[in-house]
């Protein structure tokens, strides 16, 4: 075809259609929403979907609550990981305040991405060799139990994706409903970032036969701790 117009009226010509000779008006769709009532519940909702996914996560109030957590997941292993490695703990430049009073009562080190190593292609070995990487969350979608982060030269997508394990803090005031809001809120940021993080669960894939493997494509283990605020 050497048009648009000839490929257009062919078509039409097969459908036994008059040509169109002018742009149809758009046609409105109304999708219902999945709509919460409200922070306490949204937060709750999230959660569980996130564990059902197989991640593990609370929500907490304190640094308290915080400290309380981290014990009962990795036990005495930071110590282990901090004698064979003195950067395996891999974070976010800033991170909630309450979150980084906890890792300070614990004296677990915090490695900050950004100041990691000047090369970029360093950051990336380091965070391959790191025990835990440990981010902020910019949203939370509570119907599907996801973590949603921007991509930004001081945070690097590296964290999340190259350690085996995964530790994400998240607000109950960053926690949506649905993927269409975070997707509006996206979209009023006018200059949109290089990428958009979307985790929900433990990395996981299956080939044909449906084997299905996980911790292939990123971490093994995710958790989260939902900051009532």
């Known amino acids: ?17 008059p040509t169109p000779t002018e742009t149809p008006h758009p046609v409105d769709i109304l999708v219902p929403q999945y709509r919460l009532s409200d922070s306490g519940e949204r937060a709750a909702i999230f959660l569980l ?49 309450v979150a980084e009073s906890a890792f300070s009562r614990l004296n677990w080190p915090l490695t900050r991405y950004a100041q990691s190593s000047l090369d970029q292609r360093d950051r990336y070995s380091i965070a391959a060799q790191a025990e835990l990487g440990i981010t902020g969350s910019d949203w939370g979608i509570a119907l599907s139990g996801t973590v949603v982060i921007n991509s930004a030269p001081q945070r690097g997508r590296a964290i999340s994706l190259l350690p085996p394990r995964h530790l994400a803090f998240i607000e109950t005031s960053k926690i949506r409903d649905n993927l269409y809001e975070v997707l509006e809120e996206v979209s009023a940021l006018g200059t949109p970032p ?3 993080e979307m985790i929900s669960g433990p990395s996981r894939t299956s080939d044909i036969e449906m084997d299905l493997s996980i911790g292939v494509h990123g971490p093994i283990e995710v958790y989260v701790l939902v900051i009532n605020d």
Do not use: Y
């Open 1 to 17: 075809m050497s048009n648009v117009n000839d490929f257009i009226s062919k078509i039409a010509s097969k459908l036994g259609r």
């Open 49 to 97: 979907n996130w564990q059902t996914l197989g991640g593990k996560g609370a929500i907490v109030e304190s640094a308290d609550d915080i400290l309380l957590c981290l014990k009962e997941w990795f036990g005495d292993l930071p110590l282990a990981w901090l004698k064979d490695n003195h950067q395996a703990f891999l974070a976010w430049d800033q991170l909630p305040e």
């Open 194 to 196: 290089a990428a958009i």
